[in-house]
């Protein structure tokens, strides 16, 4: 029995002070569960609503890229500065620290290697592995307009349900097919597809012609994916200009890694996230910070 003696009897249920009903921060996020929510919030800042995430799950299909040839030692430096990881399985179990304390998004399809048809994937990951390794949430291409096409939307719903199932958010990823044109209305097509067959949030590439209409009609967070290497200013650009139209925040990869100074550039991509700074000034850390370590 617990010691009694001396215990405070006096209680303030303060009554005059209503209970708070916060609403969840992120948009399309407020009916999700509090453990989708929880993870949700592993990835996306509360203060910011955005996120910046590192993508580093390149070699599932394409093996040890450029910036990639040894995650110990070109991408464990940069993980104080991302918000959240996406990578695979065997990345994770093998070369990140546990004590990575953010969101790690889980490359969930996978199959086809770049030589052969990227959009015949199937699903690449089981929810029990997810789970054991505490994802914050699982990655799925979509390949809309793609040869595989339904195959790969039935990877994502067998994924959203299964998620659901357990309370791991599922990210689609639209993939772009060698002849699919990069438009606002092919990414309107392929995000709302995502959102409306139950995708939690949605990773999209940025088109300077109407990203806003984009960000506009998908219901969830959209995260803007970076691409191939561009010139750092430029990608600065890309990055104010796609969460100045409603983007989430940014999925970064190359742009990051095979940056000169990635350490520099992931802190200036967090400038223009999280603070909304102007890509000039952004570019002027990236400048500062490079020089520094120099
Ligand atoms: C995209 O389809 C894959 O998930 C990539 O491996 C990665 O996320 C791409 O990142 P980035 O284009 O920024 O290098």
Redesign the pocket.
């Known amino acids: 029995m617990a010691d009694m003696d001396g215990s405070i009897e006096t209680k303030d249920f303060h009554p005059d002070i209503p209970s708070r009903n916060t609403p969840f921060f992120l948009k399309g996020s407020g009916a999700l569960d509090w453990g989708m929510q929880s993870r949700l919030a592993r990835i996306f800042s509360a203060s910011s609503g955005r996120t910046v995430m590192l993508?580093i799950?390149?070699g599932?299909?394409q093996g040890p890229t450029t910036g990639l040839e040894r995650v110990d030692v070109n991408i464990v430096p940069l993980l104080p500065y991302a918000d959240a990881l996406?990578l695979t399985r065997g990345i994770l179990r093998t070369t990140i620290p546990p004590s990575f304390p953010r969101g790690t998004v889980l490359?969930a399809s996978g199959g086809p290697s770049i030589l052969k048809e990227l959009s015949n994937e199937q699903i690449a990951l089981d929810i029990e592995d997810a789970l054991r390794l505490n994802a914050a949430a699982m990655?799925v291409?979509v390949f809309v307009g793609g040869e595989f096409e339904t195959q790969s939307i039935h990877n994502m719903t067998r994924l959203v349900d299964l998620g659901n199932r357990h309370g791991v958010p599922v990210l689609g990823?639209t993939?772009v097919g060698k002849n699919m044109t990069r438009d606002a209305r092919y990414f309107r097509l392929a995000c709302r597809i995502c959102a409306e067959l139950g995708a939690h949030f949605v990773?999209t590439y940025y088109v300077a012609d109407g990203f806003e209409t984009v960000t506009a009609s998908c219901p969830v967070p959209v995260i803007m994916?970076?691409?191939?290497k561009l010139p750092e200013p430029e990608a600065l650009e890309m990055a104010y200009r796609a969460v100045s139209e409603g983007a989430a925040g940014v999925?970064?990869?190359?742009?990051i890694f095979q940056s000169e100074a990635p350490a520099a550039m992931i802190q200036a991509v967090r400038m223009v996230v999280h603070e909304n700074a102007r890509p000039a000034e952004a570019f002027e850390l990236f400048q500062d910070l490079k020089n520094r370590q120099a």
């Not at 994916?225 to 191939?228: I, V, Y």
């Not at 999925?251 to 742009?255: E, H, K």
């Open positions: 993508a799950d390149h599932y299909f996406m490359r990655a291409q990823v993939a990773k994916a970076g691409g191939k999925d970064m990869g190359r742009n």
